[in-house]
């Protein structure tokens, strides 16, 4: 079935960093745009980064922009997260997700996520 | 950056009746790039609604959404238990954000 798993969260320290992994399975991973979403906990859903079903383009959010960098391997069918100069309120779940729609510029829902992985940024 | 506002921000409602959420954005959302999610706790989030109106894969039809420009409805015509959860709108036509969600309890 079609299903995506994160793994790689954590406790780091703050200014630490922190590789997450998301495996695809079930789809043709390198025809879809993918994300990474998080929930600070108890708080709602921030959208976290983009990259295009090719990797040819990538888009983030302001509050993450230069210090967090989306890539993916297809031959892997894998997604990736690295985190650097991690803060605290970077703290949350981290979940990967899929576009809707084939071949997508990330202008999409999102119909696929993950079961999430914890980061957890605290001395 | 297009803000969500969600209300209200707590629904108590019993099971059998109806449900109406609200999502509105602080600027036209293009193309009715609307999304309606659906969040049980400790679970990831599930797309309930895309495209402002569109049912996803597997939805029932007690769900239906509705709306354009910066005024957008999900509604749920007879409350099932487990439709008790989150409900989240988020617009996707320029860049992506969420709403704060509206939690739908049990009365």
């Known amino acids: 079935q079609v299903q995506l798993v994160e793994s790689g969260g954590g406790v780091v320290q703050p200014g630490g960093s922190l590789r997450l992994s998301c495996a695809a399975s079930?789809?043709?991973?390198?025809?879809?745009?993918m994300h990474w979403v998080r929930q600070a906990p108890g708080k709602g859903l921030e959208w976290v980064a983009f990259?295009?079903?090719?990797?040819?383009?990538?888009y983030y959010a302001d509050s993450v922009k230069g210090r967090f960098t989306i890539s993916r391997d297809n031959s892997k069918n894998t997604l990736y997260l690295q985190m650097n100069s991690l803060r605290a309120e970077d703290t949350a779940v981290y979940y990967c997700?899929?576009?809707?729609?084939?071949w997508g510029s990330g202008y999409d829902a999102f119909d696929i996520w993950g079961q999430g992985t914890m980061v957890t940024v605290s001395s | 950056e297009i803000v969500l506002t969600q209300s209200p921000g707590t629904l108590s409602l019993s099971p059998g009746e109806r449900a109406t959420l609200s999502c509105r954005a602080s600027?036209?959302?293009?193309?009715?790039?609307l999304a309606w999610y659906q969040q049980k706790p400790g679970q990831a989030p599930r797309l309930l609604i895309y495209?402002?109106?569109s049912r996803a894969t597997g939805i029932p039809d007690r769900f239906s959404g509705s709306g354009s420009g910066t005024d957008f409805t999900l509604t749920i015509s007879r409350l099932e238990p487990e439709d008790f959860a989150v409900y989240y709108c988020?617009?996707?036509?320029?860049?992506?954000?969420f709403g704060q969600g509206t939690k739908v309890e049990i009365k």
């Open positions: 997700a899929k576009d809707l729609q084939l």
């Open positions: 990259i295009r079903y090719d990797g040819s383009n990538k």
């Open positions: 600027q036209s959302v293009s193309s009715s790039y």
């Open positions: 495209g402002a109106s």
């Open positions: 079930g789809f043709t991973f390198s025809s879809y745009g």
């Open positions: 988020q617009q996707y036509g320029s860049s992506q954000t």
